[in-house]
């Protein structure tokens, strides 16, 4: 997952809204939504490849999601697969998962990691060891800190302030179009983390296209203020062709 929006207590009905892209090699084996077997009720996807999943909540209202953090200079390539972080939690929430996440920080490559009850979410950033918690607000999170000013984070969390204040329902797909926005930055404004120009530009979209690498499902998830949770999940082909939506509905016991 590369870039998450999120609205915490922003809107008349929903007291959480969360829109995110997923970006990955259109290569990498991957398996849609769906419900995982286990008592837990955990609604997510899967990595085929590595295991684990980049994001998903369970019926506890527990919710993880996962971006990474773009500093090829740090990478190592036989580091941890950093889906686990996501479905360990999602499987056992414990109210000390930082501490655990902190333990083990150099384990994994760059990452940061959305977590915690559905009411009282944090982000923690392995690069800088550092957790903060989620006051009522906007944020958007992509390949940096919380709320680095790039040009898309901007963007995207402008227009979900805009449309959380119209006070209208929250319809799922003008959530999409906001995910779909593939409008690039212009070169003065694209920040540098160490990869060639042309990738920087390339990334620089909410909604990334390529033919090997880009955006390969979106996903809006909404809870209301009698704690039902909608669920939906778009995935996209590297034409940023729509080939399969779902959604799933639940209400958090």
Request: aromatic share 12%.
């Given at each position: ?74 990478t190592c390539t036989d580091a941890i ?12 929430p414990v109210n000390d998962y930082h ?121 809006v998830l909404k809870i209301d203020k ?28």
């Open positions: 997952m590369c870039i998450l929006f999120v609205a915490v207590n922003q809107h008349k009905d929903y007291p959480l809204i969360i829109a995110a892209n997923r970006d990955e090699f259109f290569n990498r084996e991957t398996a849609q939504s769906q419900f995982w077997e286990g008592e837990q009720g955990i609604i997510a996807g899967k990595d085929l490849q590595a295991g684990g999943t980049w994001m998903g909540i369970n019926k506890q209202g527990y919710i993880a999601s996962l971006t990474n953090i773009r500093d090829p200079q740090k697969t950093r889906g686990e972080l996501v479905s360990h939690y999602l499987q056992k501490q655990t996440l902190s333990a083990s920080k150099d384990n994994y490559n760059g990452y940061n990691l959305l977590f915690g009850k559905w009411n009282a979410l944090a982000v923690y950033n392995n690069h800088l060891d550092q957790m903060q918690q989620l006051t009522d607000g906007y944020y958007g999170l992509s390949n940096a800190s919380l709320n680095s000013p790039w040009p898309k984070i901007n963007k995207g969390v402008s227009k979900l302030e805009e449309y959380c204040q119209d006070g209208h329902d929250i319809n799922p797909d003008i959530l999409f179009k906001l995910l779909l926005d593939k409008s690039l930055a212009a070169d003065e404004d694209l920040p540098q983390t160490g990869v060639p120009i042309d990738w920087e530009r390339r990334l620089s979209s909410i909604f990334i296209l390529g033919n090997e690498y880009g955006t390969r499902s979106s996903t009698k704690k039902n949770v909608t669920w939906y999940e778009r995935t996209y082909d590297n034409t940023a062709t729509c080939t399969s939506s779902q959604s799933f509905h639940f209400n958090i016991k």
